[in-house]
């Protein structure tokens, strides 16, 4: 438990927690920025063969994940100047128990699966899992559409983490298509959520509730 | 075994001025010169030398709760290995007795403050019965975690000699979330900023002070010290982990865990002096991140012990 | 050369937001009759792809592709109309995501790798998106927000899926091309752990897509509030791309001998989409949700028939066909009532056999064809499914089916009846003109058709599709 790659991993661990409690949006932008540098330095770290293609791409996918897209989304938030609270359907010390639950449990099925790399890692396919789990997790709990958001990024950050070190040939054409979705994905979320706040005045997704059975 | 008495005296004698240390701490940062760092003596010895006044409407248990909580305040103190010499007292599971000295010491404390009828001393009463239960939970993870990786379960086996140094070598960087929730569960335990202020003077925000309102003169000396020594304990759990090493000689470890344990109370004086008190329905959510923490700690960490 | 059939929608898509109206709209008939002619060729020719590790001719595509072509030229027609008539404030936004919606989707049909496959997929989500928001309105724009944030995780899973796949790769030591046909051919030597993982998340992401349950939320609303061609597209076309990535991953999963552990996931989501279906049609008071629902339903059946394989997975291929003819026409004659009646409400509609005749009839065939009555080729796909359902012992599956059938057309037949011949006192706001009309009238026509005489060559590539996922007589 000593390696680098450990340390970054259960920072990765960490940073769900504190996204589970934070209660104000730039509190929470900031936690998904700081858990996107992390997940994006673990291929550096993974003990893989690192030619400069991917090197470059490591790089570009930190500028992206830890400073553009978080940068974007606060921008939004400046703009369009909403509630920063993100309005839990799920209690935040509900949320916190949640959040340890999904670790011990993503501990205990991370150890199902064989990876054909050695990756010098344990907390690996524990990370990975629960980084998926709690982006669900936070879209589920959350009424705030800039929450909401950010669980999709956290998700993002875990099919990334599975994407780029479980596989042993970087297959060049999967990295591209993760950072793709998410930049398509954060583009035409963050258009929409003018949308929203110049028809709703508001981005609480409660007021999304005409259409439903 | 004179030597652990010898260091256990020592510990209790020295925590007035630890205590002081905050104060100082605070002081500088207020810009002020501040009291001097044996204040803490000069009042134990004023109060000391009055005499007490009890309420009409109290009973016996009001007498006994600052005798138990001073009382089970220092026996705590024996078990533990001061400098990571060896206690003056220790058997298998007495990790356990010592959570639950300290608990009958705050159920005392209670029941005392629920003594005097007072309505405000129920307030602090509910309160103080409140928060430590969370502390109590990842007290508890605490030592799961440290039992799992010693095998065994006493406060001798998991701070003495170097055994905090095996701790860092198997557990790595987990040991600093062990630590950070050490640390919140010291403020929680002992009532600091941000949990409770002992500096404040509305009854309504208080959770110690307010408990021990009808305490006067040497029983009031009593509580202060037992509080003392409590905050001496919890200051060595953490000062044994972040100052792990091992000299053999005496003099260097006791010189080495003094300096560790004036860090920690150092800090203690600065986290008081950065921050505020927080609201009272936030405090939970404070003590639940340290359960978080050395859940999450023991979670990765017994991952490896494998 | 295959691929200039999604460039050049690709490129007039993009020429379309900065033409003036008119343009736009002649743009995008003659866009669609190329698009025909194009599909026309590649089934007569079989041309070679130019990038053959990313792209292939696939039966299923090539099934796709002619159903593709033919319902956006004539959906195209009905456009035309359909734009002088409602009042649409951004029509080249419209007329060119239009255009590249069917790029986008013409480009699953042809896509053999599995990441082009998933980048195609979620390129359709994106360029969909501006369609259902068209109206500019509140509940537009909710549906809007369900749909990416829905479907964008739903796809997410997707990727996930297809990268759990490489790593079966790595672990069987197999060193191919990242290609559903290049897979298929050596799927026994993946590992069947992570193949499995991969395909259930693969299910879950392309399912959210194609409105499986419990994912199908976003498609009611999505459906209803987007302007009726775009409905008929997403419903007749989109649903079916989506089916696609999870056939071809079912392809792999067939070729490694999984159809034990992938059949029943896929009959589960069936049956759970159409009971889902089932439950929600019965109090719909609006009838392009109505629609929608219907939708789901089918979508559930042609699951729930790959799921069987056999028999039953050539019925499911014949409902997907056949489910995409009638279904669009369906939306495109909703197009109609709503500008007729100007209400999506039940309610506000009535009388339409008098007031409107021509889509009364169009409707009407409609509702009997998706309900599953002859001469209407759904018909016969869901006689297969049943024949196949019983045929392989799965006798609660079959038995929920039908009585899950049964009630979806007693809430059907209630608000069709409704709408028909409940009195009204509305006006009529729009003439019944022939492009109006034609193009339902065409795709229902080839539905009968298909259904009483089906060429050999569409027969043969039917069956070529489904015998890769243990389908076929």
Same mark, same amino acid.
């Given at each position: ?213 | ?33 501040? @009291? ?18 009890? @309420? ?86 605490? @030592? ?11 406060? @001798? ?150 | ?251 792999? $999963? ?20 159409? $009971? ?198």
């Amino acid at each position: 438990m000593n390696g680098p790659m450990d340390t970054i991993l259960s920072l990765a661990l960490l940073s769900i927690l504190f996204s589970f409690a934070s209660s104000r949006l730039p509190g929470l932008i900031k936690v998904l920025a700081f858990q996107g540098v992390v997940v994006s330095i673990v291929p550096l770290f993974a003990g893989h063969h690192l030619s400069i293609g991917s090197l470059v791409f490591t790089l570009t996918t930190l500028v992206i994940r830890g400073f553009a897209i978080p940068l974007c989304i606060y921008m939004v938030i400046k703009k369009v100047s909403i509630a920063r609270e993100v309005e839990p359907i799920v209690g935040y010390h509900a949320s916190i128990l949640a959040g340890l639950l999904l670790i011990v449990g993503a501990t205990w099925a991370g150890h199902r699966f064989d990876l054909p790399v050695n990756t010098n890692s344990q907390l690996l396919p524990p990370t990975a899992i629960s980084l998926l789990g709690a982006g669900m997790f936070l879209l589920m709990a959350r009424r705030n559409a800039i929450a909401m958001v950010l669980g999709y990024i956290m998700m993002e950050n875990g099919i990334y983490l599975v994407g780029t070190t479980f596989s042993m040939r970087a297959l060049h054409i999967v990295e591209f298509g993760i950072l793709l979705d998410v930049l398509a994905g954060v583009m035409i979320m963050a258009v929409m959520l003018q949308n929203i706040k110049q028809t709703f005045d508001d981005v609480d997704t409660a007021r999304l509730r005409t259409l439903k059975e | 075994m004179i030597e652990s008495i010898l260091l256990w005296t020592l510990a209790i004698v020295s925590a007035p001025f630890f205590a002081a240390v905050i104060l100082r701490v605070k002081a500088f940062f207020g810009g002020r010169k501040g @009291s001097p760092l044996l204040i803490h003596y000069y009042t134990l010895a004023k109060l000391f030398k009055k005499g007490s006044v009890y @309420s009409t409407s109290t009973t016996l248990i009001f007498k006994l709760g600052p005798l138990v909580s001073l009382g089970t305040a220092i026996t705590a103190l024996l078990f533990f290995p001061m400098a990571g010499r060896p206690p003056v007292v220790s058997f298998s599971g007495d990790a356990i007795f010592v959570f639950y000295l300290l608990g009958l010491g705050r159920f005392f404390t209670i029941a005392a403050a629920m003594d005097t009828a007072s309505p405000f001393e129920g307030m602090g009463a509910a309160r103080e019965a409140y928060f430590p239960i969370i502390c109590e939970a990842s007290m508890f993870m605490v @030592s799961i975690l440290f039992y799992r990786l010693t095998g065994e379960l006493s406060l @001798s086996a998991f701070f003495s000699g170097n055994q905090p140094a095996q701790f860092w070598s198997t557990a790595g960087s987990p040991m600093i979330f062990v630590i950070i929730a050490l640390f919140i569960i010291l403020l929680t335990e002992n009532a600091r900023v941000p949990v409770d202020d002992p500096a404040t003077h509305l009854e309504l925000t208080m959770i110690h002070e307010v408990m021990v309102l009808d305490h006067s003169g040497p029983d009031f000396g009593l509580i202060e010290l037992g509080a003392f020594s409590k905050l001496f304990l919890y200051s060595a759990f953490i000062a044994r982990l972040i100052c792990p090493f091992d000299f053999v000689h005496p003099a260097l470890d006791v010189a080495l865990f003094a300096a560790a344990v004036l860090l920690v109370y150092i800090a203690v004086g600065l986290v008081e002096s950065v921050m505020a008190r927080y609201r009272m329905d936030r405090v939970p959510k404070f003590v639940l991140t340290s359960f978080a923490l050395v859940f999450f700690a023991a979670v990765i960490t017994l991952e490896f012990a494998k | 050369m295959v691929e200039i059939i999604f460039v050049i929608p690709l490129l007039t898509g993009v020429l379309a937001f900065f033409l003036p109206r008119n343009i736009g709209r002649s743009l995008l008939v003659i866009t669609g009759a190329i698009h025909l002619i194009l599909s026309g060729i590649i089934w007569a020719g079989k041309p070679e792809p130019i990038f053959p590790e990313y792209f292939a001719i696939t039966p299923e595509g090539m099934l796709s592709l002619i159903v593709i072509s033919l319902l956006f030229f004539l959906i195209s027609i009905y456009t035309t109309s359909y734009l002088n008539i409602s009042n649409i404030r951004s029509e080249s936004v419209f007329t060119g995501s239009m255009l590249l919606f069917l790029s986008t989707m013409t480009m699953v049909t042809l896509s053999d790798h599995i990441m082009v496959m998933w980048i195609a997929i979620e390129a359709t989500t994106l360029a969909s998106a501006p369609l259902i928001y068209t109206h500019r309105s509140a509940v537009s724009l909710e549906a809007t927000w369900k749909y990416v944030l829905i479907c964008s995780v739903g796809i997410a899973m997707a990727l996930l899926g297809s990268v759990l796949i490489t790593v079966a790769m790595d672990m069987g030591n197999v060193n191919a091309p990242l290609s559903f046909s290049a897979l298929s051919g050596i799927a026994r030597h993946l590992d069947p752990l992570w193949l499995k993982t991969g395909f259930v998340f693969i299910l879950v992401g392309y399912g959210t897509k194609m409105g499986l349950a419990p994912m199908h939320t976003w498609l009611p609303d999505a459906h209803s509030e987007a302007p009726s061609p775009a409905s008929a597209l997403l419903s007749g076309v989109l649903l079916n791309c989506a089916y696609l990535g999870i056939f071809k991953t079912n392809k792999i $999963m067939h070729a490694a001998g999984l159809s034990d552990f992938s059949g029943p996931i896929l009959m589960i989501f069936g049956l759970a989409s159409i $009971m889902a279906a089932a439950t929600f049609i019965l109090k719909q008071t609006e009838y392009k949700r109505l629609l929608a629902y219907s939708s789901i339903e089918n979508m559930g059946i042609i699951a729930f028939g790959t799921g069987i394989g056999g028999l039953a997975a050539y019925g499911a291929m014949i409902c997907l066909i056949h489910h995409s003819l009638i279904k669009s026409s369906l939306f495109l004659t909703s197009g109609n009532i709503l500008m007729g009646f100007g209400s999506q409400l039940i309610e506000q509609t009535g009388n339409l056999a008098n007031r409107m005749p021509r889509t009364f009839i169009a409707l009407f065939s409609g509702f009997a064809g998706i309900s599953g009555f002859p001469p209407f080729g759904i018909f016969i796909g869901e006689l297969f499914i049943l024949f196949g359902a019983f045929k392989a012992g799965h006798y609660v599956g079959a038995t929920l089916f039908m009585l899950s059938l049964c009630v979806i057309f007693a809430g059907f037949a209630n608000n069709i009846m409704k709408i028909s011949f409940n009195p009204s006192e509305a006006t009529i706001r729009i003439p019944e003109s022939a492009a109006l009309i034609w193009p339902q009238y065409i795709l229902l026509g080839t539905s009968v058709l298909l259904c009483f005489w089906m060429p050999e060559t569409l027969v043969q590539t039917v069956l070529l599709a489904v015998t890769t996922v243990g389908g076929g007589f």
